[in-house]
């Protein structure tokens, strides 16, 4: 299994991003997808989450950490096996180390990326 994340780089306040997290090797409808972020000194923390495409209830439902709400979004490509989050109105609180996570959890299944560096500031 791989997830390859992309996307990252420097950019000022106020601007956007978007990040890509390519997977291979796992069925991708039936995993949970998640963003995850580490700043330098402090904890790895969940950004957003979009749920499976396995046609459940739950299926493509959306959470994301409160910091982020109104300026983040997570989307995925079932066709393409990828996720993306796209990042707008960044702030010098979103450097960080982005990490793309996959999760099937009635299997214990849980993949991580390389991650990707994301830097704002002026």
């Known amino acids: 299994v791989h997830l390859v994340e992309s996307g990252g780089g420097l950019v000022q306040p106020g601007g956007s991003l978007r990040l890509s997290c390519a997977t291979s090797?796992?069925?991708?409808?039936?995993?949970?997808m998640s963003w995850y972020r580490q700043a330098p000194g402090k904890e790895r923390e969940l950004v957003a989450t979009?749920?499976?495409?396995?046609?459940?209830?739950?299926?493509?439902?959306?959470q994301y950490a409160d910091s982020v709400k109104g300026r983040f979004s997570i989307s995925r490509d079932n066709t393409k096996n990828t996720v993306y989050l796209q990042m707008n109105n960044l702030k010098p609180e979103d450097t960080a180390v982005y990490y793309c996570?996959?999760?099937?959890?009635?299997?214990?299944?849980?993949?991580w990326g390389q991650g990707t560096q994301v830097t704002v500031s002026s």
């Open positions: 979009m749920a499976s495409a396995d046609g459940s209830g739950m299926t493509n439902m959306t």
């Open positions: 090797g796992l069925y991708f409808r039936n995993y949970a």
């Open positions: 996570n996959a999760r099937r959890a009635q299997l214990g299944l849980d993949y």
